[in-house]
């Protein structure tokens, strides 16, 4: 029970381009967001107050998304807010694209639910997205 839980969200489809799509993964609310052939995933709830980032607006040339409620920024790469009144970051997941298919990853240390997963909590702020099919996790931490 280490390493990565995979789950599957479907066609890539589900998420055009310039888009956001709430996902329930595993116990917890995820944002996928999807900018050309990038994807990115925060944990839905903003961190100020119990609001779907989903919801809000999307900032592709910036990499943020913005809460509908108060208008915290999120980075997509690292979760961070650049404003406030939200001051901890959301999680962040990696997303594989996989034959058409995208695929959730959580790792060991990723936060959130995990009760019947190898989920635990932890924050890890990393992000990865993969723009051909087939391959491997490519990492964009910062
Ligand atoms: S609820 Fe998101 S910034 Fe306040």
Redesign the pocket.
Known sequence: MSGSDIFPLGPVDQVPDGQVRRFEVGGRAVAVIRIGDDFYALGDT??????S?SEGYLWPEEGKLE??????RFSLETGE?DSL??TRPVPTYRVELRDGELFLVLDSGDPGGGEATAATTANNNNNTTTTTDDTTAEGQQR
């Open positions: 903003c961190s100020h107050a119990d609001y980032l809460c509908p409620r108060h208008g915290s807010p009144p939200a």
